[in-house]
């Protein structure tokens, strides 16, 4: 992993989506509350001392409590998602969750000390953007925003966006090489990314 990618990555616990979702009653503040207590929890998390493999069960948890996971998980695997079963995509998005929380969970330990701060919310399209700021030390702020949407029943995030780029897009190009390098055997790949990260 690059440094460049591994700067980014240290704030991607999550991705989303790279598509427009509507917002229908979610107001600003909440939005913006939404993003405040999940920054808190990772915040708590980063400098709580624990372990590597506890660290990574509460990212896990902090995921499926603030993230749009299926969304996510389907945007992540790509057009290959199409063509799954039902039963697959629930595996899929069971083993994308871990994956995710085990691979950026480790990035996050080499920032112990560090924190994101909530600056603005505001209106964009159909959802919400909601701008923050990481600090990490000896390091220059870095722009952070999530997009936050309610379509799914509940208020929360489906997309993230760290100095200006898609993160998901970044993770949705490896998942599609993983499964190229499998042939395209969407099982495999669920299988391997139960270890994966």
């Known amino acids: 992993?690059?440094?460049n990618f591994s700067r980014r990555a240290v704030l991607a616990v999550f991705a989303g989506a790279a598509f427009f979702r509507p917002a229908y009653g979610l107001s600003t503040g909440q939005?913006?509350?939404l993003v405040n207590r999940l920054?808190?929890?990772?915040?708590?998390?980063?400098?709580s001392g624990r372990s590597e493999r506890?660290?990574?069960a509460e990212f896990e948890r902090i995921f499926t409590r603030y993230a749009d996971v299926p969304i996510i998980a389907r945007s992540a695997l790509g057009v290959a998602a199409r063509s799954a079963s039902?039963?697959?995509m629930n595996?899929?998005?069971?083993?994308?969750?871990?994956?995710i929380s085990r691979k950026y969970g480790r990035e996050f330990r080499r920032f112990i000390g560090g924190e994101l701060r909530v600056e603005q919310a505001r209106p964009v399209k159909s959802f919400y953007e909601v701008k923050s700021t990481a600090y990490l030390r000896g390091e220059a702020p870095i722009d952070v925003i999530f997009l936050v949407s309610d379509r799914s029943g509940k208020n929360l995030f489906f997309n993230l966006?760290?100095?200006?780029v898609n993160i998901l897009?970044?993770?949705r190009t490896e998942i599609g090489a993983m499964l190229d390098r499998r042939g395209g055997n969407l099982d495999a790949l669920i299988r391997d990314l139960k270890t994966a990260g």
């Open 1 to 3: 992993m690059n440094s």
């Open 31 to 33: 939005a913006s509350d």
């Open 39 to 47: 920054v808190g929890e990772i915040n708590t998390v980063i400098n």
């Open 54 to 56: 506890q660290m990574y």
């Open 86 to 88: 039902q039963a697959q």
């Open 91 to 99: 595996a899929f998005t069971t083993a994308f969750r871990g994956y």
């Open 161 to 164: 966006y760290i100095e200006g």
């Open 169 to 171: 897009a970044t993770e």
